[in-house]
């Protein structure tokens, strides 16, 4: 994402930046070349160190900027994305969870310090643990479905409303 950045969002000029991601990251504990794995502490500071630097590039431009937590994943996504492994059990997701859960941590504050807006999806779509995806919000474990969205949707909407942002 921070390497499109400048192309798909700073030279539109858009009035805010909408910045969701970090979920995708956390495949690389999973990665099937053991030398593009990463530990769980490699893959928070990367997320950190990214979602920062669009922050600022945003700011840097004069648009603001609308830091999203990071999505929690479910409990039966296959491990890989390759045909010939998707019957093979994903062994990460509570370590995935639990990186996820953190990286929002530092996310939140982070856009406090920056003075940027934050969105918290993830206190509305996890279970009773507070990290895993409840299974009714998406179809694979992974990506929401219209119910998900539709939380999604509220949240945005409530939260952007505090700042004065409708839409």
């Known amino acids: 994402m921070l390497r499109r950045f400048p192309a798909d969002v700073i030279q539109l000029k858009p009035k805010y930046a909408h910045i969701l991601g970090g979920t995708n990251n956390t495949w690389k504990l999973d990665a ?12 928070y500071y990367d997320i950190l160190r990214d ?25 039966n996504i296959p491990c890989f994305n390759f045909r010939v492994l998707t019957g093979y059990p994903n062994y990460s997701t509570g370590t995935r969870n639990e990186l996820l859960a953190a990286s929002n941590n530092a996310l939140k504050k982070m856009a406090v310090y920056e003075n940027a807006v934050y ?46 942002i409708v839409i």
């Open 32 to 43: 099937v070349e053991m030398n593009q794995r990463r530990t769980s502490e490699q893959i």
């Open 119 to 164: 969105i918290d999806y993830h206190a509305y779509l996890v279970g009773a643990d507070g990290k895993t995806l409840r299974p009714e919000l998406a179809d694979d474990s992974l990506h929401p479905n219209v119910l998900g969205y539709n939380i999604m949707a509220d949240v945005l909407c409530n939260s952007l409303s505090q700042y004065g």
């Open 51 to 75: 979602f920062t630097m669009m922050v600022q590039l945003s700011k840097e431009n004069g648009i603001m900027p609308i830091v999203d937590s990071c999505l929690p994943t479910g409990r």
